[in-house]
């Protein structure tokens, strides 16, 4: 089993930065990034969960379009830790942060995709509230 800890989120002003940060432990010990990947989810109230970025088995990142220039991912294997960087926030935001990872081969963009249960990814945090005043 994996365990996977979010850390980072707050309540903060339009136009502000946050650093999320994913911790992994347990099973990932040892794991090889080549066959894993990682993503930062999240889901807004009455809305799907949707991928906000995300960085493939073959160490590629990808960003979804409407965070794109403001967000960005970044996974150090050492330190079993995933991050992300979100600047110039917006109300829009607002919502609940999931960092998530699987271990399969994917590109980022792949790995983006998620769909409302969660498929393809095996393991979930507990997620971390950014909450967006305009």
């Known amino acids: 089993q994996e365990q996977l800890m979010e850390s980072g989120g707050g309540s903060v002003q339009a136009g502000d930065s946050l650093t999320l940060t994913c911790v992994a432990s347990?099973?990932?010990?040892?794991?090889?990034?080549?066959?894993?990947?990682m993503g930062w989810f999240r889901q807004a109230p009455g809305k799907e969960r949707e991928g906000v970025a995300a960085?493939?088995?073959?160490?590629?990142?990808s960003v979804r379009g409407s965070a794109a220039g403001r967000f960005t991912i970044s996974r150090d294997d050492a330190k079993s830790t995933l991050h992300l960087q979100m600047g110039s926030l917006k109300a829009e935001d607002t919502a609940v942060y999931y960092c998530?990872?699987?271990?399969?081969?994917?590109?980022?963009?792949?790995?983006?995709?998620?769909?409302?249960?969660?498929?393809?990814?095996?393991?979930w945090g507990k997620g971390t509230l950014v909450h967006v005043s305009s």
């Open positions: 960085v493939g088995s073959d160490g590629s990142t």
């Open positions: 347990g099973a990932t010990s040892g794991y090889r990034s080549s066959s894993r990947c």
């Open positions: 998530a990872a699987v271990g399969v081969r994917m590109t980022a963009t792949q790995a983006l995709a998620v769909t409302p249960t969660g498929i393809p990814y095996h393991y």
